[in-house]
Nanobody
Framework: QVQLVESGGGLVQPGESLRLSCAVS????????MNWHRQAPGKERELVAG????????NYADAVKGRFTISRDNRENTVVLQMNSLTPEDTAIYYC?????????????WGQGTQVTVSS
């Protein structure tokens, strides 16, 4: 059974930091690209950051470049999103997402999400 379990969300003030973690089990972690998405109230889900299976390539949404950092540990099957200089616009539910594509076969899995609220 595949599980993606997010943790680390919470309520912080503008300018503060949070570190989200996603613990993955039930799949061959090192063949999956890992992503963090977020969905704010009334908005569509959007990609925040992604990291390749080996960890040597990352990509970020323009809104978070320079503030967020994604990393992964293929020994511990975890992916982390370090979020600095948070603003109220970062308030959303953050979802961990695993995706692999081998030939014509695409597999993807989602976590349940963790709430991040940035407010003074």
């Amino acid at each position: 059974q595949v599980q993606l379990v997010e943790s680390g969300g919470g309520l912080v003030q503008p300018g503060e930091s949070l570190r989200l973690s996603c613990a993955v089990s039930g799949l061959y972690f090192d063949i999956y690209g890992m992503n963090w998405h977020r969905q704010a109230p009334g908005k569509e889900r959007e990609l925040v950051a992604g990291i390749s299976p080996s960890g040597d390539s990352t990509n970020y949404a323009d809104a978070v470049k320079g503030r967020f950092t994604i990393s992964r540990d293929n020994r511990e099957n975890t992916v982390v999103l370090q979020m600095n200089s948070l603003t109220p616009e970062d308030t959303a539910i953050y979802y961990c997402h695993a995706r692999s594509q081998l030939g014509w076969t695409t597999r993807e899995y989602w976590g349940q999400g963790t709430q991040v609220t940035v407010s003074s």
